[in-house]
């Protein structure tokens, strides 16, 4: 199974940016989607954002123009780079990606905490 190590993350004041990689221990192509989540305490997990292995991207409305998502197929990572961070977006953020062989992958969370 290819499995999927996060780094990035942390600190941050409000408006400022961070960026969070994903990093697959094999061929991201594995994986037909791929995408960022986040869970805030008391909440659900919800989905963020998500790319597909041809590219095409998607967003959760309160996050589009502030985050992007991309991957570098030659390094088998995927980002979220987040800019405009607002306190609401602290969260522990998970990365996924979804296989046909292996079925559903994931990251092991990394903290953002976004200070006002």
């Known amino acids: 199974q290819v499995q999927l190590v996060q780094s990035g993350g942390g600190l941050v004041q409000s408006g400022g940016s961070l960026r969070l990689s994903c990093a697959a221990s094999g061929s991201i192509f594995t994986f037909y989607t791929m995408g960022w989540y986040r869970q805030a305490p008391g909440k659900q997990r919800e989905l963020v954002a998500s790319?597909?292995?041809?590219?095409?991207?998607d967003y959760a409305d309160y996050v589009k123009g502030r985050f992007t998502i991309s991957r570098d197929n030659a390094k088998n990572t995927m980002y979220l780079r987040m800019d405009s961070l607002k306190p609401e977006d602290a969260a522990v953020y998970y990365c996924s990606g979804s296989s046909i062989i292996y079925g559903n992958s994931w990251g092991q969370g990394t903290q953002v905490t976004v200070s006002s």
């Open positions: 790319i597909t292995s041809g590219g095409s991207t």
